[in-house]
């Protein structure tokens, strides 16, 4: 089987700073300040073409990070990332530029993908409809509600058929018939044989698509494998987690957040 992805050790780290002023010596002065901050660290997949890979894991975890990195909305600290094939990511409003109006939106996009312009002129009725933004599309995106970003970038990406999709909590916004609408649309992928990376707190809905999961705890793989074996302890975790004290929970988070600021060879 041909690999899709292959990702190898990919760390991102960003840094923290706790005023303004700590910001600007960082960015003048030859010492570093502020806080080194890992939201990946050292996480390694491989997706076949036709995996279909949630990505679970409590707030913070990484999961949007990771979903950034392989749509290349950003890049990567360190380690290599293989991507055979165009991806294409479905987040909330990532990708979509606020200042222009949701048809120069669609054609920015497609532009970047190299299509030319006769091309998107022809994508960009099925897309507005898909979208349901008929009366909308020549508004600033800036005056969309979450649910219309994500109904456009979810439209836009189906429309331009990528080889890997990326699909970040578009489900979660928006209403119940759109929101079936998408699923419809992503199964009819999964049975073209697509490559997906899903990311959703909805576990029935992980269970139903995902042929494999991808555990992410502050930011390191916590497990990678088979569907049922790992959501079975993903499950088990939140279920410990849910009866968890607020102390003790933000006692768990506390030692997460410290592990994450720490070089490795601290950890
Ligand atoms: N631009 C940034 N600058 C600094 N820290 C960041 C930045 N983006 C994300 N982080 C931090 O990196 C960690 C991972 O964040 P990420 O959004 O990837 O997690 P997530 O698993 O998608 O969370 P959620 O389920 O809440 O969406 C978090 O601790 C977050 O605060």
Known sequence: MPKAI???NVTKKFKLYHNQSERLKDLLLPKSFG?????LRDVSFEAEKGDIIGLVGVNGSGKSTLSNILSGIVPQTSGDIIINGETAIIDVSAGLNNK??????IELKCLMLGFTKR????????IIEFAELEKFIDQPVKSYSKGMKSRLGFA??????????????????????FAKKCL???????QRGKTMFFVSHSIAQMREFCNKILWLEFGETKAFGNTDKVLGEYEAFLKKYNKWSK?????????????QSKEKALV
């Open 119 to 126: 091309q998107i002129r022809d994508m960009e009725q099925d």
């Open 35 to 39: 806080e080194e901050f890992y939201a």
């Open 6 to 8: 292959i990702a190898k």
């Open 156 to 177: 836009i990406s189906v429309n331009i058929d990528p080889d890997i999709f990326i699909v970040d909590e578009a489900l979660s916004v928006g209403d119940k018939a």
């Open 100 to 105: 222009l109006t949701g048809r120069e939106n």
């Open 184 to 190: 419809e649309k992503m199964k009819e992928f999964k």
């Open 247 to 259: 102390k003790e929970r933000q006692a768990f988070r506390q030692k997460g957040f410290a592990k």
